[in-house]
């Protein structure tokens, strides 16, 4: 079976371009979070999805950042106007969800994470 | 606001060494706490949970006890293998995930 998966696993651009990077989710699970992973700072939560809509988006550092989730499945982050501090490896997890809703736990799948420099 | 504190490293113990990997958190509800495991080359998994206070955790050895009167959910392993080196990433779950800045295990043969 087919786990958390994103593209492109590498990406290198140039300061002030923009960035787009893929997430797709395990079949069926209608939850999917971003996070940021960054040297020395472990992983900072960036999104989360239930579906197509996004009740969380407290973890954006910036309005530079974006995401849109469309048929509850593939997701796409959007950075624009990238800066060397946007340098990291961003992380895409998708889970169930539980009976109590959002906060329930269900466990979350990583996918391999996108690693992005910006030069 | 919450937040989840763990020993730097990295760690460097012999194979068959017990394994101590600290973790505290600061945190306004009763969240879950977990352990998550960052092999080279690979995503994160999830290694193992406590959901209340006093329940212990375990997987592939390892073990960690949520201590509500500490704050703490230390990560433990009897005997470690080289097959362990590895980061290892302590976390709360309250209204979304907060994880910890990561621990790099290496374990020599």
């Known amino acids: 079976g087919a786990g958390v998966s994103q593209s492109p696993s590498n990406k290198v651009t140039e300061k002030g371009k923009d960035v787009e990077l893929r997430c797709d989710p395990i079949?069926?699970?209608?939850?999917l979070y971003w996070y940021r992973q960054s040297l020395g700072q472990g992983l900072e939560f960036l999104i989360y999805f239930q579906g197509n809509s996004a009740p969380d988006k407290s973890g954006l550092p910036s309005d530079r950042f974006s995401a849109e989730r469309t048929g509850g499945s593939v997701s796409t982050l959007t950075i624009q106007r990238t800066q060397q501090e946007d340098s990291a490896v961003y992380l895409c997890?998708?889970?169930?969800?539980?009976?109590?809703?959002?906060?329930?736990?269900?466990?979350?799948?990583f996918g391999p994470g996108t690693r992005l420099t910006v030069l | 606001g919450d937040s989840v504190t763990q020993m730097e490293g990295p760690v460097t113990l012999s194979e068959e060494a017990f394994l101590t990997i600290n973790c505290t958190y600061t945190a306004t509800g009763y969240p879950s706490l977990f352990w998550y495991v960052q092999y080279p080359g690979e995503g994160l998994q999830l290694l193992l949970k406590?959901?209340?206070?006093?329940d212990k955790g375990s997987n592939k050895g390892f073990e960690a006890t949520y201590r509500k009167e500490t704050t703490s959910f230390h990560l433990e392993k009897g005997s470690v293998q080289v097959s362990d080196s590895a980061v290892y990433f302590c976390a709360l779950r309250d209204d979304k995930i907060i994880f910890g800045k990561g621990t790099r295990l290496h374990i020599l043969p």
């Open positions: 079949s069926g699970h209608t939850a």
């Open positions: 406590a959901t209340k206070a006093d």
């Open positions: 997890a998708s889970s169930s969800v539980g009976t109590s809703g959002p906060s329930s736990y269900n466990e979350q799948f």
